[in-house]
């Protein structure tokens, strides 16, 4: 593998600047981009000047062009673009798509989510079984899987890693959702050494024991990579998150082994030659970190990107892709997302839900849509709608998708709101120009309605510490949260993340009777009754539902979707629905091809 890849392309500053051979580059920018031809560059190295021939260079406005990575074997290399990265790949605490990214390509799970069936299907579990009350797993692990220092994956592995990921020392985001295991909460506080629950009967069999019967029981063992006990299992529990095992030495038994990281410029994978579900066709993967969605639209016309992997184009490049038979575009229909405000329950003057209610009928969701998504966006009222029977069709009206200032200004008065008071909304950072010219539109409407707030944009992995851990902040403006009954449990929990500071007893308790109901009518039940609470105190406000927009190169093929017929406009696009937080971007890795 080595030997295909040539070496990286070297940064520089504005200081020094060097000549560098590439087979090709990909310069970021802030985000101006400009492509200029030219006979030759003059190059001045100290006091050395040369001529060097050149056809063109590609130039950026800014001071640090940064490193892209290994360019590689085309027809054996997937380049893929990020927008965004974080240091720590930590399954525990990581709150980034980046995270669920790498692991995906490093680890395996128990299950697979299968969107082709909507369904759980095996991947290192080979095969199990429920007992007939509906409170008991059996899993048999495949006996060939191995991690990817040739170690075998055992049952052993897999009652270590239930048991990290159910302790609160390690500070992970999964530790409610598998109190479910009987004797996993007195493990937790630390009143038993193990849980009582996960019971090894052979090397590769193993049972897990349960409470009581749960409907959402393989949701919580999922995305919940198998760790290697052999390297992790002597590490503290408290040190266990912030192990540089997660930093650059991952060792999975998925479908790509870690091959080297840059930070701030790529991250490699390489073929596992030994995957249990096959050698992959693609010899190896850079997922390269370019924040510009204009650049990321460059290098995918000059061929160095074959998948926008993470991070939005504009509006105006995916409708120039629609153009260019190099390219197809596919829509990812999102069951579980809804982007939107959420404002922090913990500050007094923000407490008050009539001023919630205010911020939804001050904005146009509708023309927001419209305008600045393609209106590839559904519009709900409420950040519970999956399954479809959580929502009533008296909910649906409650607050019109075209707003009502009159009634946003009434509310606001009546909340005894101070003028010239100003919300400060914490996000993401985004580079993309649709997004921020989105917020300022958001923050006009809100600002008419007589809501002043002012957008702080910041680096995600602070964001993550100010919303989730700090509670830093007033507002936050984000691109989704959980639509499912499952990921209501993941925001709104007393003893999970609460980031908004809104739980209380009643809604644990509706929460913990989710995990309870076995069959759909249940939890439709149980569902509305939280929206009930939802709709009116609105904890999160939403704008819409994403209809994701992924742009493949049309030499990629990926299993089961097969060719994507390519539509002349933006609402005829195929649209694949996700299943448990994936669609096809994590289905059989190994099977994913490039081709001329």
């Known amino acids: 593998m080595g030997a295909a890849l040539s070496a990286a392309v070297l940064a ?79 399954p525990f605490t990581g709150a980034s798509g980046y995270v669920s990214l790498a692991n995906a390509y490093l680890f395996s799970n128990l299950v697979m989510a299968d969107p082709m069936r909507q369904a759980f299907g095996p991947e290192l579990a080979e095969r199990w079984e429920v007992s007939a009350d509906g409170a008991s797993y059996t ?7 191995v991690f990817h220092d040739g170690a075998p994956v055992t049952a052993r592995d897999v009652a270590f890693t239930i048991s990290a990921y159910a302790g609160q020392q390690t500070g992970g985001h999964h530790v409610d959702r598998l109190s479910m295991i009987k004797g996993a909460r007195d493990f937790s506080e630390g009143m038993a050494e193990g849980v009582e629950g996960v019971v090894v009967l052979d090397e590769h069999s193993f049972r897990l024991d349960l409470v009581s019967p749960s409907a959402f029981f393989l949701d919580a063992l999922y995305v919940k990579p198998v760790l290697p006990e052999h390297l992790l299992g002597g590490v ?35 073929a596992n030659p030994d995957y249990f579900l096959g050698e992959p066709k693609i010899e190896a993967v850079l997922v390269h970190l370019i924040r510009s969605p204009e650049v990321t639209h460059a290098a995918m016309q000059r061929g160095e990107i074959d998948v ?53 009928l001050a904005l146009d969701r ?64 985004f580079a993309n120009p649709d997004q921020r010219s989105m917020h300022q539109a958001e923050q006009a409407m809100l600002g008419d309605a007589g809501l002043r707030i002012s957008f702080e944009e910041m680096d995600t992995p602070s964001w ?47 929460l913990e009777a989710l995990s309870g109901a076995l069959t759909r009518t249940q939890q439709e039940r149980i569902g509305r009754q939280v929206n009930e609470m939802f709709i009116e105190d609105l904890p999160i406000l939403p704008i819409y539902s994403s209809v994701w927009l992924g742009a493949y190169g049309a030499r990629v093929h990926v299993p089961g979707f097969g060719d994507r017929p390519q539509p002349s406009d933006l609402g005829s696009i195929m649209v694949t629905p996700e299943f448990k937080w994936h669609a096809e971007w994590f289905y059989r890795l190994e099977k994913w091809e490039v081709s001329e």
């Not at 559904?378 to 607050?399: A, H, Q, S, W």
């Not at 449990?489 to 509706?510: E, I, N, Q, R, V």
């Open 366 to 429: 509708r023309g927001l849509v419209d305008r600045f998504v393609g209106g590839l966006g559904v519009i709900n009222n409420t950040c519970l709608f999956m399954p479809m029977g959580v929502v009533t069709d008296e909910m649906k009206r409650k607050y019109p998708e075209s707003g009502d200032s009159a009634r946003a200004k009434s509310l606001l008065g009546k909340a005894e709101w101070d003028g010239a008071r100003t919300v400060t909304v914490k996000t993401p950072a």
């Open 308 to 360: 926008n992997r993470r991070g939005e184009l504009s509006m105006d490049a995916y409708k120039a892709l629609l153009q260019d038979p190099r390219f197809e575009l596919a829509a990812v229909a999102s069951q579980r997302t809804s982007a939107g405000y959420a404002f922090n329950s913990r500050t007094e003057w923000l407490a008050d839900p009539r001023i919630r209610q205010a911020a939804i």
């Open 464 to 510: 993550a510490v100010a919303y989730y851990r700090e509670h830093d902040y007033d507002a936050v403006r984000v691109g989704g949260w959980g639509g499912s009954l499952s990921g209501a449990y993941f925001y709104f929990h007393s003893a999970y993340t609460d980031a908004m500071g809104y739980a209380s007893p009643k809604l644990d308790s509706l």
């Open 12 to 90: 520089c500053t504005r200081e020094v600047v060097t000549e560098v051979p590439v087979e090709r580059n990909i310069i970021i920018d802030q985000p101006v981009v400009k492509e200029i031809p030219i006979e030759k560059l003059v190059v001045v190295e100290r006091e050395v000047v040369r001529e060097v021939p050149v056809e063109k260079i590609v130039t950026v406005e800014q001071r640090i062009v940064r490193e892209l990575g290994p360019v590689g074997d085309a027809e054996t290399v997937l380049h893929m673009r990020t927008s965004s990265e974080v240091r720590k790949l930590s």
């Open 236 to 270: 503290g529990p408290e040190k266990l998150d912030a192990d540089e095992f997660f930093v650059d030495g991952m060792v999975g038994s998925g479908p790509y082994r870690f091959a080297q990281r840059r930070p701030g410029h790529f991250i490699q994978f390489e």
């Open 139 to 145: 899993f048999h692990l495949r006996e060939d899987a």
